[in-house]
Nanobody, 116 residues
Framework: QPQLVESGGGLVQPGGSLRLSCGAS????????IGWFRQGSGKERERVAC??????SYADSVKGRFTISRDNAKNTVYLQMNSLKPEDTAIYYC???????????WGQGTQVTVSS
């Protein structure tokens, strides 16, 4: 079965940066649209970034701060997060597909906490 695993989360101060990784086994990520999603405590899950081939799209709340990228040789997708804000605190997930309802192969999530 395809399996995606997120890593790279942690505690960071406001204004800081983190890079999340989405590694995969049993699936070649280059063949799929890959989405990054997040869910804060008590909040709905939302898509923050989407990678389809060479194209990328972002939620308005993270535009200019987050960058999604791929390293196909490593079968890994990244989410570079800069200028982090407390409202970015959430569990971050990657999945195949970019629609919150139809994406599949969800990873286990990695916690990002932005706090001073």
């Amino acid at each position: 079965q395809p399996q995606l695993v997120e890593s790279g989360g942690g505690l960071v101060q406001p204004g800081g940066s983190l890079r999340l990784s989405c590694g995969a086994s049993g699936i070649t990520l280059a063949y799929y649209a890959i989405g990054w999603f997040r869910q804060g405590s008590g909040k709905e899950r939302e898509r923050v970034a989407c990678s389809v081939g060479l194209a990328a799209s972002y939620a308005d709340s993270v535009k200019g701060r987050f960058t999604i990228s791929r390293d196909n040789a490593k079968n890994t997708v990244y989410l570079q997060m800069n200028s982090l804000k407390p409202e970015d605190t959430a569990i971050y997930y990657c999945a195949t597909g970019c629609n919150n309802q139809t994406a599949r192969d969800w990873g286990q999530g990695t916690q990002v906490t932005v706090s001073s």
